[in-house]
């Protein structure tokens, strides 16, 4: 986290030497909390940073989730090349804060690392007639698998695919820019991996719904919703379909912040876990 | 003569029953002095953004001014005709790529912004200059 912030530090007081070349401001998204280029709960069609065809873009995030009873932290990176490639990291940490005396869990936290790729199949999000659509891959790895063995999850690592597509309509809300995404997620994750892969439940993948609409006031600021639709193969628990509503300031080409209020619903047996969503993004 | 007046009075109205050209971008740009001030705004930004002037050094700057105007009049629904060439012929050999064009829309952005011009006004004319950038990039 602090090489994090010293990374930050440094991409600003480099910024006026870096040119800004590459795509136009916000259309390499924030980074979404299993690090690809995206929303916050869902991922876009976009790749990470401004490179365009022969250009590089790189990205770092931070992000905290805080909800009544846990708290999620997530910290990664994405690589992206010719606007057509990405590769990302993250690793999520989810504070089980109450639970832990309550239930005299074994650990304290879950946690997460997850490795994606998404390739741009075609398209481009504002010139071309197509919609940009890519196809995503993550590689997910539970970290500590005693918790969600202990709730009937099968396995501590898996992979999952998603098609993603993302479209700038120009000027279609009363003048204003409006970008859509909609995903399908093939996916056997329990609370996106934090709680293993599949279940007692049930164990194959489901095809998951994800979209999101976010009205550009100006190319700098962005105003929005997302869903995200989960599978509920555990049966000690209900899970719940995510949804936000999230505010992205892009002052520059180099950092971005975005803020929201997340409903998460139920998490591990305890409803109501709605609270907010701070993620920052360094872009080199 | 009456016949005459008759034909006349119904190829006028025919005519007025032609749908009127939308000008209303072209205005919200602030007609011709608005339009002159944004694009000579865009050519100031671009003489001074690294990125791009390379691909202006060898060009009548007073020309282009003329005729980007004129383009962007025409484009806006404004009263003019572009006597320029072609977008194709006049960006051939120059290899514009991907993220010049980008470059060149920011700048204009920025003249627009100085401009004080609402962005959904902005956004209208950078539709309709998008749909050129086929005939722009990678020539």
Redesign the interface.
């Known amino acids: 986290m602090r090489f994090f912030l010293i990374g930050c530090l440094a991409a600003l007081t480099v910024q006026t030497a870096l040119?800004?070349?590459?795509?136009?401001?916000a259309t390499g998204g924030a980074s979404s909390l299993e690090g690809a280029a995206g929303g916050g709960i869902t991922p876009w069609a976009v790749l990470a940073g401004y490179g365009?065809?022969h250009?590089w873009g790189a990205t770092a995030f931070a992000t905290t989730v805080n909800l009544p009873d846990y708290r999620l932290d997530v910290a990664g990176l994405a690589l992206a090349y010719d606007?057509r490639v990405e590769l990302s990291f993250a690793r999520q940490r989810f504070d089980l804060g109450t639970l832990v005396h309550r239930l005299n869990l074994p650990d304290d936290h879950l946690g997460q690392d997850v490795l994606g790729m998404k390739v741009r199949l075609f398209g481009d999000v504002?010139?071309d007639r197509l919609p940009q659509v890519s196809l995503g891959l993550e590689y997910k790895h539970q970290s500590n698998f005693d918790i969600p063995r202990l709730v009937g999850a099968r396995r501590d690592s898996d992979v999952e695919g998603y098609l993603a597509a993302s479209r700038l309509f120009?000027?279609a809300a009363?003048?204003?820019?409006v970008l859509v995404n909609g995903n399908l997620r093939y996916s056997r994750a329990n609370e996106t991996g934090l709680l293993g892969f599949g279940g007692d439940r049930r164990d194959r993948r489901s095809l998951l719904k994800e979209g999101s609409v976010a009205v550009l006031?100006?190319?700098r600021w962005a105003v929005g919703v997302e869903y995200r639709e989960k599978p509920d193969n555990l049966s000690f628990a209900g899970e719940s379909d995510w949804a936000d509503v999230f505010v992205g300031y892009f002052p520059n080409k180099h950092v971005s912040v975005v803020l929201a209020y997340a409903r998460l619903g139920e998490i591990a047996t305890l409803a109501d876990q709605n609270g907010t969503y701070l993620s920052v993004q360094g872009s080199f | 003569m009456r016949f005459l007046l008759v034909v006349l009075a119904v190829l006028l109205s025919a005519c007025a029953q032609q749908p009127p050209r939308d000008d209303s971008l072209y205005r919200d740009l602030g007609a011709m002095p608005g339009i002159t001030r944004i694009v000579e705004g865009m050519l100031l930004n671009v003489a001074r953004d690294?990125?791009i002037v390379e691909h202006f050094r060898h060009v009548d700057i007073q020309r282009l001014r003329n005729k980007l105007i004129e383009k962007f009049c025409v484009e806006a629904g404004g009263p003019c005709t572009y006597t320029g060439d072609s977008m194709a012929e006049t960006h051939k050999g120059q290899n514009v790529?991907?993220?010049d064009f980008?470059?060149l829309?920011?700048d204009l952005?920025a003249s627009m912004d100085k401009e004080g011009i609402?962005?959904?006004?902005q956004?209208?004319l950078?539709?309709r200059l998008?749909a050129l950038?086929g005939e722009v990039i990678e020539r």
């Open positions: 040119a800004d070349n590459g795509r136009l401001i365009e065809q250009e606007n504002i010139y120009m000027g009363f003048g204003y820019n006031f100006n190319p | 690294p990125r790529t991907r993220s980008n470059a829309v920011e952005i609402a962005v959904p006004v956004n209208r950078i539709a998008a950038r």
